[in-house]
């Protein structure tokens, strides 16, 4: 099983970033997928999740309306496109299969300056 994050990055308070998580080694089209994030001497936090096929779509509280999760399964490609963003969502962001990151790849740092 393979989880690569990536399209982090610096950006300003307010502005949108566009991550993606490229999968491989399982059946992704058969899975719940998530995003989960650790901010710095923080523990795993959920940020968001999508079911595999009918497009339901969980959020946290503090993302809620600001972050947009979704998922390509002929590409094995899951997204998360996140606006307004705040310092306080600066974490390395990973995608896992499950909702405690647990099941998590390689991260993707994103750093919000004030």
């Known amino acids: 099983v393979q989880l690569q994050a990536s399209g982090g990055g610096l950006v300003q308070t307010g502005g949108s970033l566009r991550l993606s998580c490229a999968a491989s080694?399982?059946?992704?089209?058969?899975?719940?997928m998530f995003w989960v994030r650790q901010a710095p001497g923080k523990g795993f936090e959920f940020v968001s999740g999508?079911?595999?096929?009918?497009?339901?779509?969980r959020y946290a509280d503090s993302v809620e309306g600001r972050f947009t999760v979704s998922r390509d399964n002929a590409k094995n490609t899951l997204y998360l496109a996140m606006n307004s963003l705040k310092s306080e969502d600066t974490a390395v962001y990973y995608c896992?299969?499950?909702?405690?990151?647990?099941?998590r790849g390689q991260g993707t740092q994103v750093t919000v300056s004030s």
């Open positions: 999508i079911h595999p096929r009918d497009g339901t779509t």
């Open positions: 896992s299969r499950d909702s405690w990151g647990t099941m």
């Open positions: 080694g399982f059946y992704f089209s058969g899975y719940w």
